[in-house]
């Protein structure tokens, strides 16, 4: 739900005070592709509301918050304290109208789960100040900047954030990319109010509830060499190698565990809209068999970091899933003090576009694919081929189709029907045109289901449709 427009902004008493597919793909041979959501729907949100929001702004503050998209500042973001500051124009010198516009361009990326935590991040850093923390600390010290024009049809960047929190989102013709992305928090949960606030008790949850699913021979394959006293591709390190991938891999996993690995992952991909974490989500599972999780230092849920004692460290590593989520002692409080990153391998900054127009002509549901009888250009054929990642599933779980439309244009609908009704529909884009990528059902009743892939074509290219594959779901 999106929050209303003119709601303030969380601050404390003593505190400073302030008036989105080409998804991630994977071919058989373990090519990985661009990873990115189709967002259209969101595309349009993020762009309504940063209009709206630069209407509220003067000409010199709009020149402060707004780059040229191909600027280097573009991946100079930091989670630690403000300090000197960050791009863009500080909330803090900002109306309250204009607060309440700046977060409406943040809302309009993220879900409920992810507008609440970033409310409750930007709370504890004005409780940290008024905390002993002082004035480099506080709700009014997160920034937003816009890399070029936001535009439905164009390419954009929107980033925003401060102390624990770095929002790196990129929007390109209706898709949309989502990291880097930094969350942490100190301290882990504090009372103010008669409020209690526990931002990242999902991650917390989720992290040692596959931790503790573990027996004890699968805790020692999935043991990461080393020691970590923070995330490893944090803030200034783009340009390093990502370490190689450690732990057990996630396909030797039960079913039961590789849901909790699922669930996991969802508690930084379901920060953003639906539109958006469903393929992320969906790219993500079917890469399992190439995946894994690993832990370091400790597998206490109050390991802290404390003195020469390095706190728990967790990873979820895969072709283009990065997470870390790592334990650390708390600077202004004493405590836990809890830093993770997530990062896509294959697109940080940057979302693949839709080249060509697409068709909006419905498939039937009869599943016949459309074909293009225009006489004022060659036609050409497609292939469309589908799998399901598992033939039978339990009751609550989502089934993931892997899918590859082989057209001589990167244009055109591709469409999910189960048992004849359209469920899912993507764009094919150049980034998937030829490749392998993956689709995230809905929950299914128990029983059979028939599921089809279906691409419509487009001008000058038949459409096709992949055979009928049979799912099962039990209770």
Do not use: C
Not at 73 to 93: M, Y
Not at 121 to 147: E, K, Q, V
Not at 190 to 204: I, L, Q, R, S
Not at 416 to 444: F, I, N, S
């Amino acid at each position: 739900m999106t929050r209303p427009l003119a709601r303030a902004l969380p601050v404390l008493a003593s505190a400073v005070v302030l008036g989105v597919t080409a998804v991630a793909a994977f071919a058989a041979t373990g090519t990985t592709a661009t990873t990115s959501a189709s967002a259209s729907t969101t595309t349009a949100a993020v762009v309504s509301a940063a209009e709206a929001f630069l209407d509220t702004l003067t000409t010199s503050q709009q020149e402060t918050v707004l780059y040229d998209y191909s600027s280097s500042e573009r991946s100079a973001w930091s989670n630690l304290p403000v300090g000197s500051g960050r791009n863009g124009i500080k909330l803090g010198d900002l109306s309250t109208t204009q607060q309440a516009a700046a977060m409406a361009v943040v809302d309009a990326m993220l879900s409920e789960q992810g507008q609440s935590q970033v409310d409750q991040i930007m709370t504890a850093d004005s409780y940290l100040s008024s905390s002993g923390g002082g004035t480099g600390y506080g709700s009014g010290l997160y920034y937003l900047a816009l890399f070029g024009t936001p535009t439905a049809t164009g390419q954009f960047g929107v980033q925003f954030g401060g102390h624990h929190l770095a929002i790196n989102a990129d929007f390109n013709d209706g898709n949309a990319a989502i990291t880097p992305d930094f969350v942490g928090v100190e301290p882990q949960t504090w009372t103010a109010d008669g409020t209690t606030y526990t931002p990242m008790n999902g991650e917390k949850t989720a992290v040692f509830a596959v931790l503790d699913s573990l027996s004890t021979t699968e805790q020692s394959a999935a043991k990461i060499s080393g020691t970590f006293t923070d995330v490893v591709k944090g803030a200034g390190t783009d340009a390093q190698d990502y370490p190689t991938d450690q732990g057990i891999l996630v396909s030797s996993l039960s079913d039961d565990q590789q849901a909790l690995v699922t669930t996991a992952i969802e508690q930084w991909v379901g920060d953003f809209t639906d539109e958006i974490s469903e393929d992320y989500l969906a790219a993500y599972e079917a890469d399992y068999d190439q995946t894994y999780l690993g832990w370091g230092n400790t597998t206490s849920s109050t390991g802290t970091g404390t003195g020469t004692t390095s706190g728990t460290y967790f990873r979820i590593s895969g072709p283009a899933v990065w997470i870390e989520y790592v334990h650390q002692a708390g600077v202004v409080l004493s405590g836990l003090h809890i830093h993770t990153i997530f990062r896509d391998k294959t697109s940080d900054y940057t979302a693949t576009s839709t080249t060509t127009s697409v068709s909006t002509t419905d498939v039937s549901t009869t599943d016949v694919p459309t074909t293009d009888t225009s006489t004022d250009s060659v036609t050409q054929t497609s292939t469309t081929t589908a799998s399901l990642k598992k033939k039978r599933l339990q009751r609550g779980r989502h089934a993931v189709v892997r899918i590859q439309v082989t057209s001589a244009v990167a244009a055109g609908r591709v469409q999910v029907l189960v048992d004849g009704d359209v469920v899912r529909t993507r764009q094919l884009t150049a980034a998937r045109a030829g490749q392998t990528w993956a689709v995230r059902l809905p929950k299914l009743a128990v029983g059979r289901h028939r599921v089809r892939v279906v691409y419509e074509g487009t001008t000058g290219v038949t459409g096709s449709a992949s055979s009928v594959l049979r799912l099962r779901v039990i209770r």
